[in-house]
């Protein structure tokens, strides 16, 4: 079984440019998660989806990031324009079931490493 | 909101030493705990968890951890490391208190194993 992919693994771009960000989550997945480690800090939470709805997305920093999963499948976040500040790692997630509380593993993807110059 | 502290960024061990692992967060409800593993070069995999009964979990490669709800904490253990448990180590927890299934992490430890 395939596991939560993400593409590209490494971007980077200048300021004030776009860049998306794409996740494919792990078959059957429910739920689609995006986080984000920023050099020397802890990853964290950006935002869940639940099939195509967007469940939670208290964590997203600011609306030059949007995040959409069309058909409940694929996800993608993208940045625009970007800033300095966004350089990171951004993983995505995913896990079973459409219940938001209980024991659903999240699988990690190998994240995409953002560079924003 | 809730937090997640783990007390050593780095550590170095000699291989069949003991490790021990500090994580502590601020949430006094009900919580999920995990410990994920990020080897070089691969994704973050999950090493245990802990949702409710026996507060000793054991998890893969000989790790466990153990939670202690008067301290908040859930340090990770492992009687005799190996070199190839050279990694980066995230303690993060789930609350229940919203609807969702977010989890906030901890500052990862990054530990050296020498052979």
Same mark, same amino acid.
């Given at each position: 079984e395939a596991g939560v992919t993400q593409f590209p693994s490494h971007s980077v771009i200048e300021k004030g440019q776009t860049v998306t960000l794409r996740c494919d989550p792990i078959s059957g997945h429910d739920n689609l998660y995006w986080y984000r480690r920023v050099m020397g800090k802890e990853i964290k939470f950006l935002l869940h989806f639940v099939k195509e709805s967007k469940q939670d997305e208290s964590g997203m920093p600011n609306n030059r990031f949007l995040a959409e999963r069309t058909g409940g499948t694929y996800s993608t976040l993208k940045v625009q324009p970007a800033e300095l500040e966004d350089s990171g790692v951004y993983f995505c997630a995913s896990s079973q079931g459409? !219940?938001?509380? !209980?024991d659903n593993e999240q699988f990690f993807g190998p994240g995409t490493r953002l560079t924003v110059l | 909101a809730q937090s997640v502290s783990q007390h050593n960024h780095h550590v170095i061990l000699s291989e069949a030493a003991s490790l021990e692992l500090g994580c502590n967060y601020s949430y006094g409800g009900t919580v999920n705990l995990f410990w994920y593993v990020q080897y070089p070069g691969q994704h973050l995999q999950l090493l245990l968890k802990y949702f409710s009964g026996d507060p000793l979990v054991k998890g893969i490669k000989g790790f466990e951890a153990e939670f202690i709800k008067s301290k908040f904490s859930f340090n990770l253990r492992k009687p005799s490391v190996q070199w190839s448990d050279t990694a980066e180590y995230f303690c993060a927890v789930k609350v229940n208190w919203n609807a969702g299934n977010m989890l906030t992490f901890g500052g990862g430890t990054r530990l050296m194993v020498k052979p």
């Open positions: 459409a !219940g938001t509380w !209980g | -």
